[in-house]
């Protein structure tokens, strides 16, 4: 792989690489890159930055250590910060748009939290809103819409917690959400599997809406069926990130190494992250982009405009008791 430089990058290719669905091929003649916007959603040491670095094979964000040990308890406000890589996956020219959110869920309170994630989320469909109804629309115009946001669930073994849900009820109308375990390599595999079975009961029960690798209406390609299935079954994903490449057999490997054995990151007997990522930039980023357009824009933009017609009808009515009438 190559970086935005031309530099050969010396890392583990995915080994779902050479493998992609005819949805994404329509893609490949963008001859400028595909933009694809990623939305990173997790509370700090859940491996996000991480997890970013290993999407994209290449150290995309340094490790920021705190200042001082006097100041290490000290949560920061949430910020967005935004990080913009070119790739090339199976012949595709990638645009890969990430943006994270260091500082979620530090604080006591993240009420704040929830609301700047969701105003960041409508800004950007109003600015494709703004462009629509331009009478001389911008050539250049960047569309900054999320196509998926990654949330980070922490590996308690339990079930989801109330930030969990609340974070993903209220965003679950405004972008395709994917549900990961952090550093699920905390957890033994028997563990991995309840907690797994948990959370998807949780997401049910509360009615949660995360991008469920639903099949198309029209949908009559049976491997892309059964593809869909296996992803449903696999839900929440179970990722583990990892900088380090070693060479293992001449091939390149990521693996994180720990006392008790090691976690070959791109194993998928001990981690989800390969198959996440393949999804993310290969056999899916077709459907997240064209659920993003025609369904939870298309939601938002029937909400905006029916508000902003309520409210001239509201303005009007109240100025009829000053209306001028006319004679017969």
Not at 8 to 15: G, I, R
Not at 281 to 295: A, F, M, V, Y
Request: net charge negative; glycine share 6%.
């Amino acid at each position: 792989m190559k970086d935005g430089s031309g530099e050969d990058q010396n890392v583990a290719p995915s080994v779902y690489s050479h493998v992609s669905r005819p949805g994404s091929h329509r893609y490949k003649n963008a001859k400028k890159g595909l933009p694809f916007n990623v939305m990173l959603v997790g509370e700090s040491g859940l491996g996000r930055t991480t997890f970013l670095n290993t999407l994209c094979e290449r150290t995309v964000v340094s490790a920021v250590d705190k200042a001082s040990a006097e100041q290490a308890h000290i949560a920061e406000p949430m910020q967005f910060k935004h990080h913009t890589v070119e790739m090339d996956e199976d012949g595709m020219k990638i645009i890969l748009n990430i943006i994270d959110t260091p500082g979620f869920g530090d604080g006591i309170d993240n009420e704040a939290c929830f609301t700047q994630i969701q105003e960041y989320l409508e800004t950007q469909f109003d600015d494709v809103l703004a462009e629509e109804n331009r009478i001389k629309r911008n050539p250049k115009f960047k569309d900054s819409r999320v196509h998926a946001l990654v949330y980070f669930i922490t590996p308690t073994g339990h079930s989801l917690r109330e930030i969990d849900i609340e974070m993903m009820k209220r965003l679950g109308n405004r972008v395709n959400i994917i549900p990961v375990i952090g550093r699920s390599d905390s957890l033994t595999p028997r563990e991995l599997v309840l907690f797994k079975q948990r959370i998807m009961n949780d997401i049910a029960q509360y009615e949660i809406p995360v991008f469920n690798f639903p099949d198309g209406e029209d949908e009559d390609d049976e491997e892309t069926v059964e593809e869909n299935a296996e992803l449903r079954a696999m839900m929440p994903f179970a990722v583990v990130g990892c900088e380090e490449v070693i060479n293992e057999d001449g091939r390149p490997m990521r693996v994180r190494n720990y006392p008790w054995g090691v976690v070959q990151v791109d194993n998928d007997e001990h981690s989800d992250f390969d198959r996440l990522r393949y999804v993310l930039l290969n056999s899916h980023i077709g459907d997240l982009r064209d659920r993003t357009q025609n369904e939870i824009y298309e939601l938002y933009r029937t909400e905006k405009l029916s508000g902003n017609t309520a409210a001239l009808a509201n303005a009007a009515n109240a100025q009829q008791p000053g209306q001028i009438m006319t004679a017969a």
